[in-house]
């Protein structure tokens, strides 16, 4: 059997492989051996990048528009521009069309929001029935109404298009529909 500590030379042999029918070479090194080969391939290493740095400064020297002649360096500076137009102007196009689709897209989302709270029984106070209307901005969508009594609470939902509903609404839900067309969100209290 080998061991490495007992023989310093590299010692390169055939061994079959148990899953494979094909040989395979192993490789054995001395410490010192892998020592030098991996200051070597540390050594090409930082040659390459030196090089390839270097590449980059004669690159960027050329492309300098200071460097150039006069007339060179207007058109140099002028094409660059054009470029930079371009790109700018292909951005704005594809922003446009971003915001075209989020605006198509908005126009199916709850936008107005009205709610009413009021009392349902002249024997209950504090207000906790309400009328809630949820439209988007074509003034589609449901108002919700939620009449609470001592014993049981009732909800009833109706479907709302273009700010009226084929159902039967209370002055509650007219009420919670118009809040919720005519602007910001905010809760009213019916009297």
Do not use: W
């Not at 899953?19 to 080969?37: G, H």
């Not at 009205?114 to 029935?129: C, I, N, P, T």
Request: glycine residues 8%; contains cysteine; charged residues 25%.
């Amino acid at each position: 059997m080998y061991t490495p500590a007992a023989s310093p030379t590299v010692r390169i042999g055939i061994v079959r492989n148990e899953v494979s029918r094909f040989p395979t070479i192993a490789m054995r090194f001395t410490d010192t051996a892998l020592s030098v080969l991996v200051l070597i391939s540390l050594g090409l290493s930082v040659l390459a990048v030196l090089l390839l740095l270097l590449r980059m400064l004669r690159d960027r020297r050329v492309r300098d528009p200071a460097d150039l002649p006069p007339g060179e360096r207007l058109e140099a500076l002028v094409t660059a521009h054009a470029r930079s137009i371009r790109r700018l102007e292909a951005a704005v196009r594809q922003l446009a069309m971003g915001e075209r689709r989020l605006g198509e897209f908005l126009e199916g989302a709850v936008q107005h929001v009205g709610v009413v709270r009021f009392d349902a029984f002249e024997d209950m106070g504090g207000r906790l029935s309400f009328s809630a209307a949820l439209l988007d901005g074509r003034g589609d969508g449901v108002v919700i109404t939620s009449i609470n009594g001592r014993q049981d609470t009732r909800c009833y939902a109706k479907r709302v298009e273009n700010g009226t509903s084929i159902h039967n609404l209370s002055d509650e839900e007219e009420q919670a529909i118009r809040e919720a067309m005519g602007g910001p969100s905010r809760i009213v209290e019916a009297s």
